[in-house]
């Protein structure tokens, strides 16, 4: 582990492996081991760069805005990356991908933004409100069932219930200000606007299952990125890395040349 500090922040990475750097972000809903499975694998290739997102872990909290927490990350970029590293961004941190590629996009290579999307329609942002109020009210305990229940599909837990504890002890881990303060950006993000301006070489995938951010929400993504590709995992959910490790690595192993 080690602790890049910038701008009088600080950032929490985890490095391994060896090659061109790859830079992975996290979701909201997890931390940066929701990648462990695929680590491995990347790291034969790659430099992999684990960060935990402003808030998390050691990282110094961002904010108010998903473009704070994009101009936190790029701040880091000299110090973090030997060049542009190529960007595997899941959930919350494919939001702050975008951002990064829109507003810093020089600094970067390709993206994998997965299972993410650019804004939320009015019906997916009042879960956010809805955690933001809980955990602020009574910690993050409040919301770990029902956070469960959005980064897997139900067949998985049925197959998997050993993943509601594995998932309780991240949550309960995470600071619930900062959570909050996540909650709040995303509930009022709306990077639409500004998905023109990415230049750079872009996959969008998506869980066909996922629930937290549906795949019409990817294809919209997709869309608007020009040049942007999409792949869809069957029966996933908010987290291919984690929960189909294997299918998500098939999905971008051509794409970032693995």
Do not use: W
Not at 70 to 86: E, N, T, V
């Amino acid at each position: 582990m080690t602790i890049l500090r910038a701008t009088g922040t600080d950032l929490d990475v985890e490095e391994s492996g060896q090659g061109r750097d790859l830079l992975l972000l996290h979701s909201l809903l997890t931390d940066r081991g929701s990648f462990a499975r695929v680590v491995p694998t990347l790291g034969k290739s790659r430099r992999v760069l684990l960060a935990a997102l402003p808030g998390f872990d050691r990282s110094t909290a961002a904010g108010p805005t998903i473009e704070d927490y994009a101009d936190r990350i790029a701040a880091f970029l000299p110090s973090l990356s030997r060049g542009k590293p190529d960007v595997i961004a899941n959930g919350f941190g494919g939001v702050i991908a975008v951002a990064l590629a829109a507003r810093h996009g020089d600094r970067i290579g390709r993206l994998v933004l997965c299972d993410t999307t650019a804004t939320f329609p009015e019906a997916g942002r009042v879960p956010f409100r809805n955690m933001a109020a809980a955990v602020e009210k009574a910690g993050m305990s409040a919301i770990v069932d029902t956070a469960v229940k959005r980064i897997f599909s139900p067949d998985y837990l049925l197959r998997h219930p050993e993943a509601v504890d594995e998932r309780r002890a991240v949550l309960l881990r995470a600071d619930p200000r900062h959570f909050a303060g996540a909650c709040r950006a995303l509930a009022t993000v709306d990077l639409r606007p500004a998905l023109p301006k990415i230049a750079n070489p872009a996959l969008v995938v998506v869980g066909t299952l996922d629930s937290a951010t549906p795949p019409e929400l990817a294809r919209d993504l997709a869309k608007g990125i020009r040049g942007a590709t999409l792949r869809e995992i069957p029966d996933c959910g908010h987290c291919p890395p984690l929960q189909e490790p294997e299918k998500f690595l098939a999905a971008i192993r051509d794409f970032l040349e693995l």
